[in-house]
């Protein structure tokens, strides 16, 4: 299994608009960071979480042209607005499976009513279908089994996932035990870290180091970073062992 990290930033992405932070001038290429997003590799299927505003140059930049499934872990703007741009897939490769929690999935059929339009009409629409997902209850895409971890950000549940021993968790403020232990034995485990000091909707670093000290991974990549965080290079003088800031354009292999 590869996984390809699209995106490693905060929802304005780095460089931010309008901040003037000295990592937004970092001539360090792993310090620009598109919006979160990641694609797995597996099976000859690309499976996408997350569809960020960045997604068409995410995968221009990747060199990757199919999707096989859009897992969604929830409705905010930074995770879900490139859902436009899987026109190009639709249309050579057919309808997308879309996975979301019935709430969400709801949204973006509002949102983007087209998309979700099996009438035939405008033929210019991408296409994709809902696939509801419950908590508590794994999904399969083919042979394989996903389990939903269920968490909260701020006050909005979030869904991050597992596959196998991997599990991606983006967007992460608390989590009930029993969620927690969905974790446990992981040979790679993907987690948001927004920034060094406390935030409302998100574990910062040392919030993030703790979970990783109750989960033990193998190996944990941290994501969805804001400017706050300072440079990836200093950064990582923070990191125990095992433990690395992911950046735009990383591939890792998990077995």
Same mark, same amino acid.
């Given at each position: ?12 992405? !780095? *460089?931010?608009? /309008?901040?003037? #932070?000295?990592?937004? $001038?970092? @001539?360090?290429?792993? %310090?620009?960071?598109?919006?979160? =997003? ?57 309808? !997308? *499976?879309?996975? /979301?929690?019935? #709430?969400?999935?709801? $949204?973006? @059929?509002?949102?983007? %009513?087209?998309?979700?339009?099996? =009438? ?80 409302? =909707? ?54």
């Amino acid at each position: 299994m590869k996984i390809t990290f699209l995106g490693t930033g905060t929802s304005t992405g !780095i *460089p931010t608009i /309008g901040i003037d #932070r000295p990592v937004c $001038k970092s @001539e360090d290429t792993r %310090d620009v960071r598109l919006r979160s =997003s990641i694609l797995i590799n597996i099976n000859q299927k690309n499976i996408l979480i997350d569809c960020s505003p960045d997604f068409r140059q995410q995968m221009l930049e990747n060199n990757f042209s199919k999707i096989d499934a859009i897992l969604i872990t929830h409705e905010h703007s930074d995770h879900t607005a490139g859902l436009d741009d899987v026109r190009p897939i639709s249309f050579k490769y057919g309808k !997308i *499976p879309l996975f /979301g929690k019935k #709430r969400v999935l709801k $949204k973006l @059929e509002k949102r983007f %009513d087209y998309l979700f339009d099996y =009438s035939g009409g405008y033929t210019g629409s991408p296409h994709v279908y809902s696939n509801n997902i419950k908590k508590n209850t794994d999904f399969k895409i083919d042979d394989l089994v996903f389990k939903p971890i269920s968490y909260m950000h701020h006050k909005l549940q979030v869904f991050g996932y597992r596959l196998f021993n991997f599990a991606y968790i983006t967007d992460l403020k608390t989590i009930k035990d029993k969620e927690l232990e969905k974790l446990m034995n992981l040979d790679c485990l993907v987690l948001n870290a927004l920034r060094h000091k406390e935030h409302y =909707s998100h574990i910062n670093l040392n919030q993030a180091l703790k979970i990783i000290e109750i989960l033990k991974p193998k190996t944990t990549y941290l994501t969805h970073i804001a400017p706050d965080m300072g440079f990836h290079v200093e950064t990582e003088k923070f990191l125990p062992k095992n433990v690395y800031l992911a950046y735009d354009g990383l591939q890792i292999e998990v077995d």
